[in-house]
Each structure stands twice: as C-alpha cells, then as structure tokens.
C-alpha cells in the first residue's frame, strides 16, 4: 500500500508485505520490450525538415564561432593595449 508522508512524498507502507521483483531474464525480456516500444514512437523527419534543420545548426555554429572569433580579437587588443608589445 503506498501513503503520502508529511513532505508529501509517496512512500511504500512500512506494514505490508512486499512484491518479489522479477528474476533477472523477466526484467531484461521487460527492458527489451520497453525498448522496442519506444523505439515505435520514433519519428524520422522528411527530407526538406532534415535540411531545415541542418541549415539552422550550420547557422548556429557559424554565428558562434563569429562570436567566440570577436571576443578573441577584442581580449587580445585589451591585453596588447594594457601590457604592450614588447620589442
């Protein structure tokens, strides 16, 4: 019997007996089964929603690396203009 403690939380009763798992080839034919059912609800894209995709992760990593490219310039001429260049 499951109750709910003071936090809420639900928790098995402490005055019941408890359920024998399963012995272990029934708990791997049960994960095999639940793995082949969700494996049912996959959806594969179209070919246009592929490349859709694509194009917005390719656009995503370009703006990044332009970000993270100007970044890098603007610490390097803040250090070269605090430090110097020495000759």
């Known amino acids: 019997m499951v109750q709910d403690d003071a936090k809420g939380e639900i928790v098995a009763s402490s005055n019941t007996a408890r359920e024998k798992k399963p ?12 793995v ?4 049912r609800k996959v959806v ?3 070919r246009q ?3 859709k995709y694509t194009a ?3 656009g995503f990593v370009v703006i990044m690396m332009a970000l993270v ?10 250090t070269t203009q605090v430090f110097g260049v020495p000759a």
């Open 44 to 46: 594969t894209p179209t």
């Open 56 to 58: 917005v992760v390719l």
């Open 49 to 51: 929603e592929l490349f």
């Open 69 to 78: 490219y100007g970044m890098d310039f603007v610490f390097l001429w803040l």
């Open 23 to 34: 012995n272990v080839f029934a708990r791997i034919a049960l994960f095999i089964r639940q």
């Open 36 to 39: 082949f059912a969700e494996l």
